[in-house]
C-alpha cells in the first residue's frame, strides 16, 4: 500500500513558486491601481497553480497543500470582487485537480485563532476562513474534509469557546475545517475533545506529539494510539491526513529537517494521506517514495544531496500557461482521483513567495 504523499506549498526546485505583494506596499497605491495589481497578481498565482498541480502529478503526489497567501486580500472586498472575475478560471482548475486525482487542501495562518478572549480576533479569524472557503468553492472542491482547512487550538484553556465558535460557523467553513495536535498547547487528548465536541476530524502530527509528551521515538506506544484515536474522527477513515517531519539537530528539535528519515511504523496500518513537512519539498518526497514506499524499514538512510530529481517528466515552466495539461500518472493516483468522485504585466512590487 503507498500512502499519498503530500507537497506543502512550494518546491525546492524554482517550478513551484508564487507571487505576493506587502500590505504596507499595497496601500500606497490609489484604488484603481490596486485592482489592477491584484488582478495582474491572481491571474499569475492561478497560472502558477496549474504548474504546481502538474508538477505533483508528474511526480506522483497525491496531496497538495495550497499556500494561504495564494490570493492576497481575497478577505477584503477590492480582493473578493476580483476573484470573482476569474471564477471560470479556478472552476477549470479544479476540475485538472480532479483529472488528475490531486486532493487540494490549506493551512491557514497563525493568527487564526478561533477562541481568542478577544472578540475582534475571532470575527477577523472568521473572515480570513470564510476567504478560503470561497476559493475551495470557487475551485469547485467538496464542502468536506476532503478539502480541509486545518488550525491549531488557538488560545490555551479556551477548548469549550473553541467548540461553540466552531459548532456557529458558516457550513463552507465548518465542513471543511480539521485541527491539529500542536507541541506545547493542545496535546492529542486536548485536541480529540475539542474535535467530538465539535465534530470536525483530526490531523494528527507525529513530531508535534513526540515533542509535546516528551517521547523518546516513534516507537513509543503512544504514537499508534494517538494515530488510532485521530482515525476514528474522520467520517470516512480513508480520508484521514497526517503530518510527518523530523527534527534537525535532534529527534524532538522543533525545526524540521530537510529530508525525512524516521517514520512512525503506525503510519503503514492503514490508509491515510501523509504531508511531507521537510524543507527539500519533493526531494524528501523522492526518499520516502523510493526508500519508505518499497520496503518494510521505517528508519531510513541518512540525509542525500539535494540533486534534481531523476526518472521524472520534464516540467512545465511559469511561461507555460495552458488552463488544463493533464499529465500522465500511475494507477495509485487514478485510485485517489476515484476517492474524489465521491464528493462530489506585473508591478516591480510583486514579490516571489519563497
Known amino acids: 500500500m503507498n500512502h499519498p504523499l503530500g507537497l506543502v506549498c512550494v518546491s525546492a526546485s524554482n517550478v513551484v513558486r508564487y507571487k505576493t505583494i506587502t500590505r504596507k506596499r499595497f496601500l500606497q ?11 495582474d497578481l491572481y491571474a499569475e498565482n492561478l497560472r502558477r497553480l496549474i504548474i504546481a498541480l502538474d508538477f505533483c502529478a ?6 497538495y497543500r495550497m499556500g494561504s497567501g495564494l490570493f492576497p486580500f481575497a478577505d477584503e472586498v477590492i480582493g473578493s470582487e476580483i476573484l470573482t472575475e476569474f471564477a471560470d478560471a479556478m472552476s477549470q482548475i479544479g476540475e485538472q485537480a480532479k483529472r488528475l486525482g490531486i486532493r487540494m487542501v490549506m493551512h491557514p495562518e ?19 476562513l470564510s476567504s478560503y472557503a470561497r476559493t ?26 473553541l467548540v461553540q465558535v466552531v459548532r456557529n460557523l458558516p457550513d463552507n467553513i465548518r465542513l471543511r475545517l480539521t485541527f491539529e495536535n500542536d507541541e506545547y498547547t493542545y496535546g492529542v487528548a486536548d485536541i480529540l475533545e475539542i474535535c467530538h465536541g465539535a465534530g470536525v ?7 508535534h506529539h513526540v515533542i509535546y509528551e516528551h517521547s523518546k521515538s ?12 485521530a482515525r476514528e474522527t474522520w467520517e470516512i477513515p480513508h480520508w484521514q491526513v497526517v503530518h510527518i517531519s523530523n527534527g534537525v539537530e535532534s529527534f524532538a528539535d522543533q525545526k524540521h529537517s530537510d529530508y525525512i528519515t524516521v517514520m512512525p511504523k503506525c503510519y503503514r496500518s492503514a490508509p491515510c494521506w501523509i504531508e511531507v513537512e521537510a524543507k527539500q519539498k519533493e526531494l524528501a518526497i ?6 519508505w514506499w518499497n520496503s518494510d524499514a521505517n528508519v531510513l538512510t541518512p540525509m542525500i544531496k539535494a540533486v534534481e530529481m531523476t526518472g521524472a517528466t520534464a516540467q512545465p515552466t511559469v511561461e507555460q500557461t495552458a488552463i488544463a495539461t493533464p499529465s500522465l500518472l500511475n ?11 465521491q464528493e462530489t504585466a506585473f508591478t516591480q512590487q510583486i514579490t516571489p513567495i519563497q
Request: net charge negative; with cysteine; hydrophobic share 40%.
Open 29 to 39: 497605491f490609489e484604488t484603481p491601481e490596486q485592482e489592477q495589481i491584484l488582478r
Open 58 to 63: 508528474a511526480h506522483q503526489i497525491c496531496l
Open 110 to 128: 497563525q493568527f487564526v485563532v478561533l477562541n481568542s478572549d478577544r472578540p475582534e480576533v475571532i470575527k477577523n479569524s472568521i473572515k480570513v
Open 136 to 161: 475551495f468553492d470557487l475551485l469547485g472542491q467538496p464542502r468536506s474534509p476532503w478539502a480541509l482547512m486545518n488550525i491549531h487550538g488557538g488560545k490555551g484553556d479556551r477548548a469549550q469557546r
Open 201 to 207: 476530524p483530526m490531523v494528527f502530527d507525529a513530531h
Open 218 to 229: 516513534y516507537d513509543d506506544p503512544s504514537v499508534a494510539v494517538a494515530f488510532e484515536a
Open 286 to 291: 523522492e526518499k520516502l517514495q523510493h526508500e
Open 331 to 341: 494507477q495509485n493516483s487514478a485510485d485517489h482521483a476515484s476517492d474524489y468522485a
